[in-house]
């Protein structure tokens, strides 16, 4: 057979199978240049604000000293070892006001034209499944971001940019560790209308006509200041719900009622003090101070940061967070994205019974992230217990959230005894943690799995059955020795990190396994695809001609996790694990029977 029979031969067997899985699932996309777009033009000075004052700070420097040298006469002594050249005698000849003025601004005009090659590269795109930024011209740099994979969809207005009336819109992607891409910066008002597009098309129940929306969103560039962004900046508003809001007086309270203002105000008056006793020692004391109050100040203004004006609403997307002090913040948090919680309860909180609330959720990283993870991470930063019972209500989908607010408020105040919903440590415990023993401990319910620890610090972890990773157990030299072990309980990658401290060994093998099948038999939130706010037929594809996502598929379609697909113990020793579910128990933890 000839090669140009075999090509015939090869064509129409493809003709006859049809297009493959790639082609049916991932259409060719055809590149449309007349749909990337430019930041907003004012982007450059947002960007390099700061590269600016220090020059401008430099330059009046200079002229104030040229101009107070001109005046008293004195210019300085010339240094007889320097000898210019030649070239440069007419420049040096001028006053040195005005040559140094010169230099400043030949800098400031280089820095701006440096500015501008940088907002003319640097350029955006929004298709109907991915979100691209390009950047340089000599060494191009390509981002792009499946809108399926975006977690969340966060606004970002710095001090500068807010004065500019701009913003930055972020794409949080699961387990990128850090922000995946950022728009950098655009009209504050195109910016919301292009988060409330995006997320209603790939948030639950979203649909193809509103991805191609989000597409129409930026089609026509960056929009103008007019009736349509004025309309689509009220249509949101209508949207959101006001679910609870910080008083100022909690705010600042909160903020004096920490360890970073007490040991402040303690360096405070030592200093004043020492200024009297010992007045020759000031200046190297003050030198020494300024390390500690700087971290100190920092801590206290970053808390201050996220507190301030903190407000939470309730939107067909899920939770939203507005707060800010001189940089605000708008935070959505997609409804069933929550995959860890975290309730820390200090020790100058306490008698006030307020909360700090930490939370776990795809795309927001760890807390090396910084600002990426660190402040984002925080769901609410002073809770009172209705507040808490509110966020479990609307942010977990707890049908009754008041039974898991006094499991959590247990785990917090209470201490191991009879009449305890939580299994405490056993009591040879007190030979490596007398204080803390009382308070290591866990509980389970239907839908939810909590660990409580922490004398002074007080946390109660709060994690979804069926958001469990995976489960892990260590144990030390002096663990093995008294027959101990630590359970750690894998979320994502973030601020929480559930962890059951000093449990019987054979309590946590038998533990792992329950938990093992918790996870498999865990009731899928209803609620992950209907808002009580917007309640819908049913699921549906968040995104069109896109598969349909796992969370988005009928209960039929996951029988693994219906109660009636589960083994009994008989059948379940001898039956395999299944693939994509949780693993099968190890051969050295034993099943629990029946009454287990």
């Keep these: 057979m000839s090669a140009q029979d075999r090509t015939s031969l090869d064509a129409e067997r ?39 004052v220090v020059v401008i700070g430099a330059w009046m420097n200079t002229v104030v000293n040229g101009l107070v040298g001109d005046f008293t006469g004195d210019d300085g002594e010339p240094d007889p070892s320097s000898d210019p050249p030649a070239i440069l005698d007419f420049f040096l000849g001028l006053p040195e006001w005005v040559f140094y003025g010169s230099m400043a601004a030949i800098g400031a005009i280089i820095a701006a034209l440096g500015a501008l090659y940088v907002w003319w590269f640097t350029r955006y795109q929004v298709t109907e499944t991915h979100v691209r930024l390009r950047t340089g011209l000599v060494f191009r740099q390509e981002r792009q971001t499946r809108l399926d994979r975006v977690q969340a969809l966060d606004i970002h207005r710095p001090l500068v940019p807010r004065i500019l009336g701009l913003a930055e819109l972020r794409f949080e992607v699961a387990d990128a560790g850090e922000t995946s891409v ?53 249509a949101e508003e209508n949207e959101e719900e006001l679910l609870l809001s910080l008083p100022l007086r909690r705010v600042v309270l909160a903020r004096l009622l920490t360890v970073s203002f007490i040991v402040l105000t303690v360096l405070a008056v030592a200093a004043v003090v020492l200024s009297f006793v010992f007045p020759e020692v000031i200046l190297p004391m003050l030198l020494g101070f300024i390390p500690t109050v700087l971290a100190l100040g920092g801590t206290l203004l970053k ?28 935070q959505t ?29 795809a795309g927001y990283g760890g807390e090396a992230g910084g600002d990426s993870a660190g402040n984002r991470s925080v769901l609410l930063p002073v809770a009172t217990d209705g507040d808490l019972n509110v966020l479990f209500r609307e942010g977990l989908r707890i049908p009754h959230s008041d039974d898991l607010t006094g499991l959590v408020l247990e785990g917090l105040m209470g201490e191991g005894d009879d009449a305890s919903r939580f299994v405490s440590s056993p009591e040879r415990v007190k030979w490596v943690a007398p204080i803390v023993r009382r308070r290591y401990g866990y509980a389970v319910t239907d839908r939810m799995l909590l660990a409580r620890g922490g004398r002074a610090y007080r946390q109660c972890c709060v994690i979804p059955h069926n958001k469990l990773q995976s489960i892990g157990v260590s144990r030390g030299p002096v663990a093995r020795r008294l027959d101990l072990a630590d359970v750690s309980l894998h979320s994502i990658v973030g601020a929480v990190r ?63 996790r219906t109660e009636q697909s589960l083994p009994g113990p008989a059948e379940a ?14 051969p050295g933890l034993r099943r629990p029977g029946a009454s287990s």
Excluded: C
């Excluded at 409804?335 to 776990?360: C, D, E, F």
């Design 303 to 330: 808390a201050l940061e996220i507190s301030w004006s903190f407000k939470m609403y309730r939107t067909p997307e899920g939770l939203r967070l507005r707060y800010g002090l001189i940089n605000k913040t708008s």
């Design 498 to 560: 559930p962890t059951i401290y000093r449990m019987d060994f054979a309590d946590a093998q038998a533990f792992v396994a329950r938990q093992l099948e918790r996870g498999r038999s865990a009731p899928v939130v209803e609620a992950l695809t209907e808002s009580p706010a917007s309640p819908s037929d049913g699921p549906a594809s968040p995104a069109g001609d896109l598969p349909a996502l796992p969370w988005d598929r009928p209960r039929a379609e996951h029988p693994a």
């Design 182 to 234: 950022t728009l950098r910066y655009l009209k504050h008002d195109h910016a919301r209308r292009l988060r409330k597009e995006l997320l209603g098309a790939i948030g639950p129940g979203g649909k193809g006509g509103a991805r191609a929306g989000a597409k129409g969103a930026v089609a026509s560039g960056t929009p103008s200041p007019g009736t349509d962004q004025e309309a689509g900046s009220t």
């Design 14 to 52: 493809a003709d006859l199978q049809g297009p493959g899985p790639e082609d049916r699932t991932a259409p060719p996309e055809v590149e449309d240049e007349g749909s990337w777009h430019r930041m907003h033009p004012l982007s450059p000075l947002a960007r390099g604000w700061i590269a600016m």
């Design 333 to 361: 948090v997609p409804t069933g994205r929550i995959q860890a919680l975290a309730v820390y309860r200090p020790l100058l909180w306490r008698k006030a019974g307020w909360s700090l609330v930490h939370v776990n959720v």
């Design 573 to 586: 020793s001898h039956r395999p694990a299944p693939a994509y579910g949780a693993p099968g128990v190890p």
